[in-house]
């Protein structure tokens, strides 16, 4: 956006629907279209599809301004995890929560296995801890809140103990969003999204992105983009920013049935536990009776959709454990609520009547086809 330099910064909402537009030019377009292009004429600083696109770059503009920093867009969330992790030397040392997303946790034990890098697991919540194990470390990595366990990091803490450590500081902002929570005012070097879910908001991307505190990790994240290849296709790009539009006022009302949910189940008798760290769109409710009965509930509901994935208009659950992934730390029966935007009264009765069927197993078809198994290894 084109602020004044003397005119005060505009509210996250407000940056949220001008930034990365075009300039306003008579009969100019209000967005920036989808750019198909493999190539551009030569002579400018682009050249070639793999290095830049237009679409691309409306996008990044928009989630840089909201993170505070230069953002690079990626094919997906993975893909702007993958170039982070790429910084980290042959032999270094990486800092994570035991309970990262499980797709960090398969990607950093690949580079155990084949850059003889070691990792220290902490829990998040435990600033002391992280603290410690980020002596001699490469990179402080971490997710606040973790997925799907809900811990929640002390951010600024631990970018204090990264910075005196001389660790890089990298931080998934996957489940907070920019409108909640700026990793980049409490001390991070990097920052990442999974795009895919709440940014884009719709069920219907897969992207990612980083975003850097300053001008030189932009480009050696970007250059890892261009060599690694790991590119958002325009269409892509196109529609997680007319998603971000939207996402301050998506977000207050997925947020705020998030909250109603957790407060009407909080002491429900088919429940072991309900977590949710009070701000935010994703609630993991513990179902008693274990597995089976989780997935009973999973299976029953008529509003909320059983799949994986999170973040988008519609209300979404699953049963964690049922990816091979996931940790064994996390309950067998937990299964994660993404709220969407649907009247919480709706989601609330839906809710009811599928946990009514925890402790019923039913009959053997339904127990059989509750305990299908996922088509891949990890969940999202
Ligand atoms: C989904 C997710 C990712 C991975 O993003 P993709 O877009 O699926 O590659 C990373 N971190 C968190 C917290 C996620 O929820």
């Known amino acids: 956006m084109h602020d004044h330099d003397d005119a005060p910064a505009m509210h996250p909402e407000t940056v949220a629907v001008h930034a990365g537009r075009p300039p306003r030019e008579p009969d100019g377009p209000m967005s920036t279209p989808v750019h198909l292009a493999s190539t551009f004429h030569e002579g400018g600083p682009t050249a070639y599809g793999r290095y830049g696109?237009?679409?691309?770059?409306?996008?990044?503009?928009?989630?840089?301004?909201?993170?505070?920093?230069a953002c690079v867009a990626f094919a997906s969330g993975m893909g702007a995890i993958s170039a982070v992790l790429a910084l980290v030397p042959t032999g270094g040392v990486v800092v994570a929560p035991r309970h990262s997303y499980t797709g960090t946790i398969g990607l950093l034990d690949d580079l155990v296995a084949t850059r003889g890098v070691s990792v220290r697991y902490v829990d998040v919540r435990d600033a002391d801890a992280v603290a410690d194990a980020a002596q001699g470390a490469d990179l402080v990595w971490v997710e606040s809140p973790t997925n799907p366990a809900l811990e929640v990091a002390d951010l600024a803490a631990i970018g204090r103990a990264?910075?005196?450590a001389g660790a890089l500081y990298a931080v998934d902002n996957t489940f907070a969003t920019p409108l909640l929570q700026l990793p980049l005012e409490s001390g991070a070097d990097l920052v990442v999204h999974s795009a895919t879910k709440s940014i884009s908001g719709h069920s219907d991307v897969v992207m990612g992105a980083v975003i850097a505190r300053d001008a030189d990790l932009r480009d050696r994240i970007a250059t890892r983009r261009s060599l690694g290849g790991a590119i958002p296709g325009p269409l892509d790009a196109f529609l997680a920013l007319r998603g971000l539009r939207t996402l301050p006022v998506r977000l207050e009302r997925a947020q705020a049935n998030a909250r109603e949910l957790a407060a009407r189940f909080a002491n429900h008798p088919a429940?072991?536990?309900?977590?949710y760290p009070g701000f935010g769109t994703i609630i993991s409710i513990v179902v008693a009776g274990g597995a089976d009965a989780a997935e009973r509930v999973a299976a029953s509901t008529r509003v909320w959709v059983h799949s994986t994935s999170l973040g988008g208009v519609e209300s979404q659950l699953e049963r964690r454990r049922r990816w091979p992934a996931e940790a064994d730390t996390i309950p067998d029966g937990l299964v994660r609520l993404s709220v969407g935007l649907e009247h919480v009264d709706d989601l609330a009765r839906d809710l009811e009547q599928a946990l009514g069927h925890a402790a019923d197993p039913g009959d053997g078809a339904d127990g059989a086809r509750a305990r299908t198994a996922p088509p891949a290894a990890s969940g999202h």
């Open 162 to 164: 990264a910075r005196a």
């Open 53 to 69: 696109n237009p679409s691309w770059t409306a996008f990044e503009e928009a989630l840089g301004a909201l993170e505070g920093g």
């Open 271 to 275: 429940l072991d536990e309900v977590r």
